[in-house]
């Protein structure tokens, strides 16, 4: 057998697309809309969290978060080191893999397909396309309808939003500013977003045609979110939470769950503040409980005031 | 009927959703007192880890196992099949109560998530469709455990021990309510389905 056939064979595979695999007698379809967005619906009510190492991810796990995001280093030290800061190697985020059941997210950079695909192939369970990496492209993100894999993406306002899910992401975070400790942006996108869809609700249907025009989103997800009263897909808070009373807040606010970065594992303790974490996400409605599991967790991660950082430090502005 | 439904996290709201379609309403259960005057309760999709560390720490697995051994109606998707589980095969915190060993991602990762028809025992109308995301399987049940559901290769996806009903799918997710209707008893006006 020629290699030449090996190759044709191999490129004849098409890429992800929702397909259907015939296995046992039932027809199985795979990587459609309702699969990728149906994961994020499982994680609802919960908390993301970022790890750098199996340990990190044990600790997670134990403390009852509902995924992890796997990094070779947390955002504040991308911010404090600088540099370019790429997809984590593949071999670290297998290793975190290997360690936990529960499902391990990725961070490819803005428009870097194939950091998209090579973390496709590994496996893993979500790939943030994410502005807490150097952008690979100022101008486009990745297609991610082509995806078998579900897309997160960070957004701070609903125009954002809608846009990054026309281009294929199943699940919208606010983008915050990472590696903060300050939760000031991730309550601006949130309550932009959030306060963009009420504006929606009591729109009239001509009036929302200028509208997707303004916020420069297309007008079917624009429709589709004023008739749901909702974003289509699931709406997680992220960037610069660092305490039980910050994640409760974003509840609050109304997102359907957290991502920590920094957070947890810059923190004087993480496995407390970890559970802390969780269990605020879960009673945020609790004002008791709150204040029980705010008690006696140690240093919280040293913060940078946003308000104190150059335009050009803010990794919010990055993606379009 | 009072209906409660687990909300420690995961996709409890769909669940309410569709019990509201079929004219229910429901209450979520956080908390042990939660549970007062509950008719039914259904255990929904989400992580089983995570359920198992907060009904640990806020005091809900005697209670919940209270409960269902009263003889109340439970239904648990997927997290909630695994958190009913005797058997997960690890060490892990489940409520214990069904009699079936469970594999966890038994599947694979989200890349090997898939939707397929099934023929659920008891279900007329045609064939259901399944979403099975990051699902669990019953590796195997008890005598006196009823099978309602397998893929076309014997894999064993829903069961059914006196009141206790399970699934690796997430009925929630789709826009069919029959298997909600089911558990409520709506269309089984047998005696012998009246456990449901």
Redesign the interface.
């Known amino acids: 057998m020629s290699n030449e056939f090996i190759i044709n064979a191999v490129s004849d595979v098409p890429h992800a697309s929702p397909k259907a695999?015939d296995?046992?007698?039932?027809?199985?379809?795979?990587?459609?809309d309702?699969?990728k967005r149906?994961?994020a619906?499982?994680?609802?009510?919960?908390v993301i969290m970022d790890v750098v190492t199996p340990d990190h991810a044990r600790v997670a796990?134990?403390?009852?978060?509902?995924?992890v995001m796997a990094l070779e280093r947390v955002p504040a030290d991308i911010r404090r080191q600088g540099g370019v800061a790429r997809m984590s190697d593949p071999g670290l985020i297998q290793q975190i893999?290997e360690a936990v059941?529960?499902?391990v997210m990725a961070k490819c950079r803005i428009g870097h397909f194939v950091e998209a695909r090579i973390l496709?192939a590994i496996?893993?369970?979500?790939i943030d396309e994410s502005e807490v990496l150097t952008p690979a492209d100022e101008e486009h993100h990745v297609d991610k309808r082509d995806f078998?894999?579900?897309f997160v993406c960070g957004a701070r306002n609903l125009g954002e939003a809608l846009r990054r899910i026309n281009e294929g992401a199943a699940m919208i975070r606010s983008k915050g500013e990472a590696g903060t400790g300050d939760v000031v942006e991730a309550v601006r996108h949130a309550r932009a977003i959030l306060g963009e869809i009420n504006r929606l609700k009591t729109m009239k249907r001509e009036e929302m045609f200028a509208y997707a025009k303004e916020i420069g989103a297309p007008f079917h997800l624009v429709e589709e979110t004023a008739d749901l009263g909702r974003l289509p897909v699931v709406l997680f808070a992220a960037g610069g939470i660092a305490t039980p009373a910050d994640a409760a807040l974003m509840m609050h606010l109304g997102v359907d769950g957290v991502f920590v970065g920094s957070g947890i594992f810059k923190s004087g303790d993480p496995a407390a503040r970890a559970?802390a974490i969780?269990?605020a996400?879960?009673?945020y409605n609790d004002f008791k409980i709150l204040a029980e599991v705010s008690k006696n967790l140690g240093e919280p991660m040293v913060g940078i005031n946003v308000s104190s950082l150059p335009a050009e430090h803010k990794l919010a502005g990055r993606g379009w | 009927m009072k209906v409660g439904i687990l909300?420690?996290?995961?996709?409890?709201?769909?669940h309410a959703h569709m019990l509201r379609r079929i004219g229910h309403e429901s209450v979520e259960v956080?908390l042990p007192q939660h549970l007062d005057g509950l008719e039914a309760l259904i255990l929904p999709?989400?992580?089983s880890?995570?359920f198992g560390?907060?009904a640990t720490?806020y005091g809900l697995i005697e209670p919940l196992r209270r409960f269902i051994y009263s003889g109340k109606p439970v239904w648990g998707t997927?997290?909630g099949l695994i958190f009913l589980a005797k058997d997960v095969g690890?060490d892990q915190v489940t409520l214990g109560v069904m009699d079936i060993r469970v594999a966890?991602?038994a599947f694979?990762?989200?890349?090997?998530?898939?939707?397929?028809?099934?023929n659920v025992k008891g279900l007329s109308g045609g064939p259901f469709t399944g979403?099975f995301?990051?699902a669990p399987v019953i590796e195997s049940v008890a005598p006196h455990v009823e099978v309602l559901c397998t893929?076309?290769?014997g894999t064993i996806v829903a069961a059914r021990q006196d009141h206790m009903l399970a699934t690796s799918f997430?009925p929630e997710?789709t826009d069919d309510p029959r298997l909600h209707a089911l558990f409520l008893g709506l269309q089984l006006p047998t005696a012998d389905h009246a456990v449901f």
């Open positions: 695999n296995r046992g007698n039932e027809r199985r379809e795979v990587g459609t309702l699969l149906g994961l619906q499982m994680l609802k009510g919960g796990e134990q403390a009852g978060a509902v995924a893999m059941t529960i499902p496709e496996g893993v369970d979500y078998k894999v579900p559970q969780v269990q996400t879960t009673y | 909300a420690l996290q995961g996709d409890f709201i769909e956080r999709g989400g992580e880890t995570t560390r907060l720490r997927c997290a690890r966890r991602n694979g990762r989200q890349v090997d998530s898939f939707v397929a028809p099934l979403v995301i990051r893929l076309a290769d997430h997710l």
